[in-house]
């Protein structure tokens, strides 16, 4: 069988036709890919971008709330106890009290809705756990806030004292909580916290004395005025006994004896 070159160059042209061809397929196919797979790689930057906002945000709304202003409310109404009841004073520091303490629960309920719409919360973490657990004693303090029984009653002294307990623990595990979610936003984003829990340590350690020392002026001031008045009292002590020796060491005045008398002596 007889092939001719000009049979052979149509067949050669043809392959390399077709071999053109589908070349240009799978470089669209690869482009098109590459599109593809850049556009998911940004819009999986953008989600992961938008998420860690998120989270950084809920960890403000939360530090602020159970980590400043909740012991803020606890150090102001400690300073009302040494005012006169029903003085202006006293009002001032506990509708201050009251005012944080709302401010804080509004927060800390912003913070807990944006845990559970943006975030997946399988609470199988101490952070997420406590979280939970916290807010519901949250919502508990203010409750019971709320309905305080007046001055006198029988009932003010247990009162006082479940309040006092629960707002105590609420402030501690707040404190824990914001350490546990520090850890949590370092361990999901990879992004150095460092420098805010030396400042949160700072502000917990600033804030523990001046509770310290709320406990101790009054005590302070007392001491002031016992160590003054012993000081008083001994001075007003020293001068009569001070007279006393003077006088045993003043001469005793005796008089002129003469030689009669002193032979019928």
Partial sequence: MHISC????IVVASVYAVFLLFSDCIAHEEVNQFGSHK?????????NQQKTSDIAVHGLLLWASTGFLMPLGILTIRGSIKAEPGSRRSKVLFYLHVGFQMLSVLLATVGAAMSLKKFENSFDNNHQKLGLALY?????QAFIGFFRPHRGKKERSYW???HWILGTIVSLVGIIN????LKAYHKRTLKSTTLWTILFTLEVSFIGLVYLFQDKLEYMKKQGVIVGSESVVSSNQDIPQRSQNQKE???????KRNALENLFD
């Fill in 160 to 162: 006082y004292l479940i």
């Fill in 6 to 9: 000009k049979q052979v160059y």
């Fill in 136 to 140: 519901g004693a949250i919502l508990m």
């Fill in 39 to 47: 556009s998911s790689i940004n819009k999986f930057h953008k989600v």
């Fill in 249 to 255: 060491l003043l001469p005793v005045a005796c008089g």
């Fill in 178 to 181: 914001i350490y546990t979610g």
